[in-house]
């Protein structure tokens, strides 16, 4: 009976008393029948009783942990519950601010990109073929920028007067007739690097977060050796080898064609420019071939909106001059044009 007192009196007693009454109430009830039995001078049913009671006491006091730890358990639920919410709307936020700070960062490349040009000063005859190469380069990537635009927004403002000048650009870099117009070229990548980024800006708007271009990265990442990246443009894929110089299509080819030509066909907001590179020399009917063909397997697997154009080796990946270069040079890219930035 002393340690049933002595139980009673610690602080696990008091805890049971709070957190689990009706077991700490029937041990009470049998300590007070173990004195009875005591003072009725009972010592067997005395210790009977008494060692009933302790038992009750220990098993109060597990009620009593697992009582409270349900209550905490509870509690962290809750706190779990709440960060949750809170993780979710930070991410929601963040990818709204993701969003915005693409937008800011293409913002930004276009303004630098318009700022008031040095013109170039004659150099030396290395100088100025580089200035050549580098002129025709920025050409066609003006062109394809623009291509894009025309894909996003074929009524952009603006688009025939920059049409009429990569005319005007194409003719210069095909006389040769003075210096090379670098400056112009450099000016109307800009032109068509805005205008793309104008277009675009309707549908960033109206969904900052959709995320659409990187979702449709990480499906082609998740496709096979394909190994996409994106640029100004949008997703881009590039091809070696599926294609004869008379356009038949290898079957490897096919296969990969017919593959993107159905993930075009499930993103639809993505039309698809088609630019083919040749390892030498202009565009030439070979090219047309290779344009067409690509083109029409795409369209055949359910591709939307397809066009074409065909680059020559205006944009070489490495130098014409390094072994195997013919071989890297010569590619097709497909472009998945993103509808927002």
Known sequence: MQEVDAVR?????????????????????????????????????AQILSEHALAAFNHAFILARLAKAQRRLAVAE????????????????????????????MRIKVIQDALPLVPNE??????????????RA????????????????????????????????????????????????????SACLRSLTLARRPAAQKAPAAGQADELLAQLSKAGNL????????????????????????????????????TAKAHPAFPVLVVVHSARGGPGRNDSARAEAVTKALEEAGAPTVEARVAGDAQPVVDRKRKGAAERNARIEIVFVSPAS
């Open 9 to 45: 009196a610690g602080a696990a007693a008091k805890e049971a008393e709070q957190f689990a009454p009706q077991a700490y109430a029937h041990a009470e009830k049998l300590r007070e029948r173990a004195e009875k039995a005591h003072v009725d001078d009972d010592r067997a049913g």
């Open 78 to 105: 809750g706190e779990l519950a709440d960060a949750q919410k809170l993780l979710q709307a930070l991410d929601g936020e963040q990818q709204k601010v993701a969003a915005e700070a693409d937008d800011l960062e």
């Open 122 to 135: 004659p150099a030396s005859p290395e100088r100025e073929k580089a200035r050549w190469d580098a002129a």
């Open 138 to 189: 920025l050409a066609m990537q003006a062109q394809l920028l623009c291509a894009a635009t025309r894909l996003i927004d074929p009524d952009s403002s603006g688009s025939g007067e920059r049409t009429q000048a990569l005319a005007g650009l194409d003719q210069a870099l095909a006389e040769r007739s003075a210096a090379a117009p670098i400056d112009e070229a450099i000016r109307l990548r």
């Open 227 to 262: 190994n996409p990246f994106r640029d100004d443009r949008g997703v881009v894929v590039v091809l070696r080898g599926v294609a004869s110089a008379a356009g038949k299509l290898t079957p490897a080819g096919a296969e990969r064609l017919a593959m993107l030509g159905r």
